[in-house]
C-alpha cells in the first residue's frame, strides 16, 4: 500500500519542517537547516502514487533518517561545493612536464592512465598522483572526473564541421585547474557520505 500524502507530510512536521500553501494542492515545505525546499502535490487523503514509475526508483534513496540533522549539514555542504566547483582548493597534482617542448596549457584529447594515477594532458604536460577514492564519486555511471577527460577535448560536429573547442584563450590554465578541482568536490563527496549515519535499511 502506497503511503498517504498525510503521512508525508506528518513525518516531515516531526522532522522539524515549516509549511506554506502552494498553488492548488501544493505545499511547500521548508527546514532552517537546508537551503531549498520541498513540494507535495496532492490531497490529504491521497495515495502518494502520482509518481509511483519515478518513486520505484527513488524512495529507496530518500528514506526518513533516524538522524536527520547529520542529513540535513551534509546536504548543505554537498549543495555548497557542487554549486560553487569553481571556487574550490586545487588537488596538489604532480606536474611531469616534457623540457624538450614549450609549455602548452592547450589540450585536444586527455588520457587516463590504465592505473588511473595519470591523465596525459598533452605532449608536454601529464599530471600525476590521482587518488582512487575520486573515482568513487559517480555522475551516472561515471566517476566526475572520467566525464571532464571526456568532454573537455576538442571536437568536431560531422553534421554542421562547427568545432567545439574547450580552450579558453583568456585562461590558458582552466582545465587544468578544473581538473584540481574536481577531484577535490569528489574527494570530499565521498568523504561526506561516508560519514553519514546509518539508515538502517536492508542491504539487499
Keep these: 500500500m502506497p503511503k498517504k500524502i498525510r503521512e508525508i507530510k506528518a513525518a516531515l512536521l516531526k522532522a522539524g519542517f515549516t509549511v506554506r500553501s502552494g498553488k492548488g494542492s501544493h505545499t ?43 542529513f540535513a549539514i551534509a546536504g548543505k555542504r554537498l549543495t555548497e561545493i557542487h554549486i560553487n566547483y569553481e571556487q574550490q582548493p586545487e588537488y596538489r597534482l604532480k606536474h611531469i612536464e616534457n623540457k624538450d617542448l614549450p609549455i602548452d596549457w592547450r589540450v585536444e584529447k586527455m588520457r587516463l592512465s590504465k592505473d588511473k594515477t595519470q591523465i596525459k594532458y598533452n605532449d608536454f604536460l601529464t599530471l600525476t598522483g590521482i587518488p582512487p577514492e575520486t573515482f568513487e564519486y559517480k555522475l551516472g555511471n561515471r566517476s566526475a572526473l572520467d566525464w571532464i577527460i571526456d568532454q573537455y577535448q576538442v571536437s568536431i560536429d560531422k553534421r554542421s564541421a562547427i568545432a567545439n573547442d574547450p580552450n579558453r584563450l583568456d585562461d590558458e590554465e582552466y582545465i587544468v585547474r578544473l581538473i584540481k578541482q574536481v577531484i577535490t568536490v569528489s574527494l570530499e563527496t565521498v568523504k561526506i557520505v561516508k560519514g553519514l549515519p546509518d539508515l538502517g535499511l536492508p542491504n539487499d
Excluded: C, Q
Excluded at 37 to 59: F, P, V
Design 28 to 70: 511547500v515545505w521548508s527546514h532552517v537547516k537546508l537551503s531549498y525546499s520541498l513540494t507535495i502535490s496532492g490531497k490529504d487523503g491521497a495515495d502518494a502514487d502520482r509518481y509511483a514509475a519515478n518513486l520505484k526508483r527513488e524512495l529507496p534513496r530518500i528514506p526518513f533518517a533516524p538522524e536527520f540533522y547529520p
